[in-house]
């Protein structure tokens, strides 16, 4: 006996009907959505893991060594620091996709600002990597990526705590003038070691030539209006997060 299911008046489905309708149609979403977030997660939590290894490192190094550890910061942790910036530019690549709300922009210039410094000013000069300043730059940037990446690692799953985003969009309105200052610091004490060993200038035909001190003079300029326009965006974004937070409730 064939079965039939009513459809509607006077209406009937065949079974045939009944199961082609796919519940994949349905499941795509939210199985989009789960992947997304699980990378995402994943994602926040090797750069928080990697960002707390480096400041535990420098604390523990400090309080056994004092001021000695300073010297040798970068070589200490250097290595671990480069692979997390490093793999902090898969956020722009976030950004573009889609997958990370945020804008690009301020992301970019924050990410160039920290590539350039450490790969640039710091890694080309040993001279420079014994300086005090890239001790206390390292400490600030570790000091945000810590606190943002847990903000955005629990944000992914649902979890919310007020301290903690209030935290996330208040920490870095005085660390990240300080930031800047510092790696202002660190270029004013770079540009003796590369007049002097002339790395990055080059030659070029016509009787032309890269000077690159004049080229890092003109970026430390840069720098602050760079500076002006990332601070007045993150200022609008803690704006319109505390704005909102109030009404929401902690999700698990």
């Known amino acids: ?59 523990v190094r400090f309080f ?28 722009l690549l976030h950004i573009y996709v889609g997958i990370e709300p945020s804008h690009l922009l301020p992301r970019f210039l924050q990410l160039t600002e920290r590539i350039i410094i450490l790969f640039v000013v710091i890694t080309s000069q040993e001279e420079v990597q014994e300086k005090y300043v890239v001790c206390v730059l390292f400490i600030f940037w570790n000091l945000l990526d810590m606190v943002r990446y847990t903000y955005s690692m629990l944000s992914v799953i649902g979890i919310s705590y007020a301290i903690l985003t209030w935290l996330s969009q208040t920490l870095w309105m005085p660390i990240y003038p300080l930031c800047v200052l510092a790696e202002a610091f660190a270029i004013y004490q770079s540009l003796p070691y590369f007049e002097s060993f002339g790395t990055y200038s080059t030659k070029l035909p016509f009787d032309l030539a890269i000077y690159f001190p004049y080229v890092l003079k003109l970026y430390l300029m840069m720098l602050f209006i760079g500076m002006y326009f990332t601070y007045s965006h993150l200022y609008s974004e803690r704006r319109d997060v505390l704005r909102i937070f109030p009404v929401k409730k902690k999700k698990v």
């Open 1 to 59: 006996m064939k079965t039939t299911h009513q459809k509607g008046k006077g209406e009937f489905y065949s079974p045939s009907q009944v199961f082609s309708c796919e519940p994949s149609s349905v499941l795509t979403p939210w199985k989009t959505r789960y992947r997304k977030n699980t990378y995402l997660f994943i994602y926040y939590l090797i750069q928080f893991c990697g960002h707390s290894w480096i400041f535990t490192n420098m604390t």
């Open 64 to 91: 056994s060594f004092g001021e000695d550890s300073m010297v040798d910061t970068f070589y200490a942790i250097g290595l671990v620091m480069r692979l997390c910036q490093s793999l902090s530019l898969l956020e």
